[in-house]
């Protein structure tokens, strides 16, 4: 079946430091990849996508490259602020139909001054 | 910015009881889904919604779940008998469309927390 493995959180980091959180996926054919960002009492909004093999999504700083080479989708951002502290999701969905959102555990993020 | 909301923001029901969550999609949205989130765990799918009828759903969603379009704003998911496992943070969805494309990027809601004691 599909699925996505995240590296284990909580990770900690201090202003302007570079950050990775590590996403892994399992899935038939080649789904679309996405990150999650999800702000204190917020809901989740979605932070960037890649739909194809070598397609880069970016937004707000924050990069990840579809690798179908070794099946990971990895989040990057050079310069890390503390208004990035929130819980960060790898999630994939089939190309196929009206699909569901399959969705890793999530990664806290808190950045601190 | 149209988004989509959640009522209430968290819920405490004795078990056994029925509990209903609401959520109000983007009005021009189509499809809809509910998710729910296990406190440190993954979140979940439990079922998709489109044209007034379930179009998936997921092992979790059993007979004690549903889900219902009352009216042209609301989309509810209601579970008839709660119990223990069932305390989770539960997300609405919505989409304009479904399949693939850009009109397919789902928007989410805060959530409501559902605590079952």
């Known amino acids: 079946g599909n699925s996505v493995t995240q590296m284990e959180g909580p990770v900690t980091l201090s202003e302007e430091a570079f950050l990775t959180i590590n996403c892994t996926y399992t899935?038939?054919?080649?789904?679309?990849l996405f990150w999650y960002v999800q702000y204190p009492g917020e809901g989740l909004q979605l932070l960037l996508k890649?739909?194809?093999?070598?397609d880069k999504g970016s937004n707000k700083g924050f990069e990840a490259t579809y690798r179908k080479e070794t099946t990971s989708f990895h989040l990057e951002k050079g310069s890390v602020q503390v208004s990035d502290s929130a819980v960060y999701f790898c999630?994939?969905?089939?190309?196929?139909?009206?699909?569901?959102?399959?969705f890793g555990k999530g990664t806290r993020l808190s950045v601190i001054a | 910015e149209p988004e989509v909301t959640q009522t209430p923001s968290h819920q405490v029901t004795q078990m056994g009881q029925e509990v209903i969550l609401r959520c109000v999609p983007i009005?021009?949205?189509?499809?809809f889904y509910w998710y729910r989130q296990i406190l440190g765990q993954k979140v979940e799918f439990l079922v998709s919604?489109?044209?007034?009828?379930?179009?998936?759903k997921s092992e979790i969603f059993d007979d004690q779940f549903s889900v219902e379009r009352p009216d042209g704003s609301n989309f509810t998911l209601k579970i008839r008998s709660t119990k223990l496992e069932d305390s989770a943070m539960y997300f609405c969805?919505?989409?304009?469309?479904?399949?693939?494309?850009?009109?397919?990027?789902?928007?989410f809601g805060q959530g409501t927390r559902l605590t079952v004691v």
């Open positions: 009005s021009n949205h189509l499809y």
């Open positions: 919604f489109y044209n007034n009828e379930i179009s998936e």
């Open positions: 969805a919505s989409s304009e469309a479904g399949g693939r494309g850009d009109r397919t990027e789902a928007f």
């Open positions: 899935a038939t054919g080649y789904p679309s």
């Open positions: 890649a739909t194809k093999a070598d």
């Open positions: 999630a994939l969905r089939r190309n196929s139909g009206n699909t569901p959102l399959v």
